[in-house]
């Protein structure tokens, strides 16, 4: 008899972990976390662009680098604030600054107080991604991957370098494109 006890303690032993840890995934864990681990919101449903749709200044273009963008209607003291933050993100990727690039869609034409080198003038020429972008608050800043699609959101207020910064080189680690 004491085999057959020391079988169903054994038995136990490997079992209810496993028993345990489902219903605590699954009734516990589960609720009112949130499941991803970036810090940026994600864009959902993801906005996908054509070359045409974002009229870039010169010869640039979204294919190849990754994309922080600031849109608002025009430039006043908090754009001036965003994009200097925008800014110190991409130098403070070090090694892979090459790999990000910034644009400033700015609806009215004007720009940043402080002429800066670097920051690409954009405008959106499509109504329908004009029409997706004006559900998220003015002053946004989103990422848009090398294939041209914005899939990442900041919040404009308590845009913290450190998190993106997180965000970019998780995206980098793991991205085969840009």
């Not at 004491?2 to 699954?26: D, N």
């Not at 970036?38 to 996908?48: D, R």
């Not at 892979?96 to 690409?120: C, F, K, N, T, Y």
Request: charged fraction near 25%; proline fraction near 3%; charge should be negative.
């Amino acid at each position: 008899m004491t085999a057959r006890k020391e079988l169903w303690v054994l038995l136990a032993m490997f079992v209810l972990p496993i028993v345990f840890g489902t219903m605590a995934y699954y009734y516990v864990v589960d609720e009112g976390v949130d499941s991803t681990v970036n810090y940026g919101e994600l864009v959902q449903p993801i906005i996908t662009t054509e070359q045409s749709d974002i009229d870039l200044d010169g010869e640039n273009t979204l294919q190849g680098l990754w994309t922080l963008a600031y849109v608002d209607q025009s430039c006043d003291a908090a754009c001036d604030t965003s994009i200097k933050n925008i800014k110190d993100t991409r130098i403070l990727m070090n090694a892979d600054m090459r790999r990000v690039q910034r644009i400033a869609i700015i609806a009215d034409g004007s720009g940043p107080s402080e002429i800066d080198e670097g920051l690409i003038g954009a405008k959106i020429t499509s109504d329908a991604v004009r029409a997706k972008l004006q559900t998220y608050p003015q002053r946004s800043i989103f990422l848009i991957d090398p294939l041209g699609n914005i899939m990442l959101h900041y919040q404009p207020d308590g845009f913290d370098i450190k998190r993106v910064i997180k965000d970019l080189k998780r995206l980098f680690k793991y991205s085969r494109i840009g």
